[in-house]
């Protein structure tokens, strides 16, 4: 069909370890499972850095956080000081508004946490979400629906689903395509939001779970280091002790993992509902993540600025993307290297556009792969988390670290993804993988280089938009009056 409807799931801090699909056998995620039976699994995607609202900028606009301007969660606290009504990506091109100028109805159904929540944004005609992009509990959170203001008391992700089923049903009585955008704002996986037991349907289907999918490790040099600079920046807000409180606390994670079922349920309910209102064949269901989540692996518990240097590991940047539906009629498993930034010209492809990223970029259409004779395809993707910059082929991951800043030094990391896995061996000190370093590290380079903005790009001398993860370090190489666009 030429012109499908498109819902567009994403999950708040989810890897792809943590769905049945890709081989967890003790998370429950019988829809999810059923939509990668019929549809496409692609197994080796990555978000282009792990932290919320970078990732969700990268997705709608197909651009590197060093080309959009946002490297890290914007910070509700300083809402008072970006401009009014500000969207952090309104000046680029964006998935929503290109979507609707190929003549879709558009819905932001979720978590939004892309600038100021309480009008629509980015060309969305229907805006359901509310105020904050940190979840410190999934219930009694107040909420912005329309031009209506209320506090609704039970679970957000209910709630959000129950909003995406009175869409589609509106919708399906109207002639033209729609774009529903469902950002859940779970699992989240951060304190208190996940604290102690859980307060859910699927609570109980835990409760004997070993969590032998989860490593038990200790914590990582990096964890302990990034915890003493949060002390000395002069404050410690209750989500940012989970670092070092969570990784072995068999209550939250557990928690945790009834959250990702609670979302696999609410996928459920949507998807019947599709199928009760006719609009299953007609529509392209996506899941995918914003980024992913360490769960104690390599001592790190959830985003990569978890710890100091940020990790490039890959359960913080592995996140699952299925595809079913519409022009998606195979089963497949697709095992090429995408990047999160390939939903771009891929879901404006499928709405009938040509329009392209407003900066050149190295995102890929994603049906390319699927055509009879498939175009040759990428053979690394990339990530940026301020100071660390990494590449991920089939057989290494290369962190290469910023090194302006004499106060503090810091080291790359080489692991060998044939031999070692898990990336516990760190090889890049070793004389024999010069070589390899070196390759990679020119790579890297030359694609920042071609891609990155000079107003954004942090190793340059460039700025952010908002807040970043540690400021200290910027102004350490860039002097003093170094600071972000708004803050």
């Known amino acids: 069909m030429s012109r499908p409807n498109i819902v567009l799931f994403m999950s708040d801090n989810q890897p792809a370890d943590l769905l049945g699909c890709y081989g967890n056998d003790e998370i429950k995620t019988p829809h999810l499972d059923a939509l990668a039976s019929r549809g496409v699994q692609f197994d080796h995607a990555y978000c282009v850095n792990a932290m919320c609202s970078p990732c969700r900028a990268s997705v709608l606009t197909g651009l590197m956080p060093s080309q959009h301007g946002i490297h890290n969660w914007l910070d509700d606290k300083l809402i008072d000081k970006w401009p009014d009504n500000w969207s952090a990506i309104g000046e680029f091109a964006n998935i929503p508004s290109i979507i609707k100028r190929a003549g879709y109805a558009t819905a932001l159904i979720g978590k939004f946490h892309l600038g100021v929540p309480f009008i629509p944004q980015l060309a969305f005609d229907h805006w359901v979400t509310f105020p904050h992009g940190h979840t410190t509990s999934f219930y009694g959170n107040d909420i912005i629906d329309q031009e209506e203001r209320y506090r609704f008391a039970g679970h957000t992700v209910d709630f959000f689903t129950d909003k995406t089923i009175e869409f589609l049903e509106h919708q399906s009585s109207r002639d033209e395509p729609f774009f529903a955008f469902v950002p859940y704002n779970g699992p989240y996986g951060h304190w208190p939001a996940i604290k102690g037991r859980a307060d859910n349907q699927f609570a109980e289907i835990y409760d004997d779970t070993d969590m032998h999918s989860i490593p038990r490790e200790g914590l990582d040099n990096g964890v302990l280091e990034r915890f003493g600079l949060r002390i000395q920046e002069g404050g410690l807000r209750e989500q940012f002790k989970g670092p070092l409180l969570l990784p072995n606390n068999i209550d939250s994670l557990r928690n945790y993992f009834s959250q990702v079922s609670l979302i696999d ?137 910023f090194q302006g800043s004499a106060s503090y030094p810091l080291s790359d990391e080489l692991y060998n993804l044939q031999r070692d896995p898990m990336e516990k061996n760190n090889l890049s000190t070793q004389p024999e993988y010069r070589k390899v370093v070196s390759d990679l590290q020119e790579k890297l380079t030359t694609h920042f280089e071609r891609f990155a903005e000079p107003a954004y790009d942090l190793w340059k001398g460039g700025t952010a938009k908002s807040n970043v993860t540690f400021e200290n370090l910027w102004k350490d190489a860039w002097g003093e009056d170094w600071q972000p666009k708004y803050s």
């Open 265 to 401: 349920h609410g996928v459920g309910r949507i998807v019947a509902a599709l199928d009760r209102l006719d609009l299953s064949r007609d529509t392209l269901v996506t899941y995918t993540s914003d980024h992913g989540f360490s769960l104690g692996h390599n001592g790190v518990w959830g985003h990569g600025a978890a710890s100091f240097p940020a990790s490039a590991h890959r359960p913080s940047y592995h996140i699952p993307l299925l595809m079913a539906g519409g022009p998606v009629e195979d089963r497949a498993n697709v095992e090429e290297l995408v990047s999160q930034i390939d939903l771009f010209p891929t879901l404006a492809k499928i709405a009938g556009s040509d329009e392209t990223p407003s900066l050149q970029s190295d995102a890929r259409d994603l049906t390319t792969i699927f055509e009879a004779k498939p175009q040759p395809w990428r053979d690394a993707v990339f990530m940026e988390q301020e100071e660390t910059r990494a590449i991920r082929t089939k057989d290494w991951v290369y962190a290469m670290r």
